[in-house]
């Protein structure tokens, strides 16, 4: 069974870093492609990284410069580091996965989500 698990979530200053990490269970993690979403409160989930087995990534307009999505297999875990946050990053931070070369939309997994909240 897919398992995926985040963690580092928390209230940070604008400007500030977060790291986010998910552990995957369950799963071939290497041959995995994953992701992390976000949703606001109010919001709809809106995909903002992602990287494939062969560690190409895709970033949201809006976070590229500043988040940087990163991989370790050997750790089954899911990284996101989060610089230059702004209060509009406020929000439920999901990660995801999917097997290689299927939708993450219509066959991903997903964790329960760790909150982040950028605030002065």
């Known amino acids: 069974q897919v398992q995926l698990v985040e963690s580092g979530g928390g209230s940070v200053q604008p400007g500030g870093s977060l790291r986010l990490s998910c552990v995957g269970s369950g799963f071939s993690f290497s041959l995995y492609s994953m992701a992390w979403f976000r949703q606001a409160p109010g919001a709809e989930r809106e995909s903002i990284a992602t990287?494939?087995?062969?560690?190409?990534?895709t970033y949201r307009d809006s976070v590229k410069g500043r988040f940087t999505i990163s991989r370790d297999n050997a750790k089954n875990t899911l990284y996101l580091q989060m610089d230059s946050l702004k209060p509009d990053d406020t929000a439920k931070y999901y990660c995801?996965?999917?097997?290689?070369?299927?939708?993450?939309?219509?066959?991903?997994?997903w964790g329960q989500g760790t909150k982040v909240t950028v605030s002065s």
């Open positions: 990287i494939d087995t062969e560690n190409e990534t």
């Open positions: 995801a996965a999917a097997p290689s070369g299927w939708s993450m939309a219509d066959h991903g997994t």
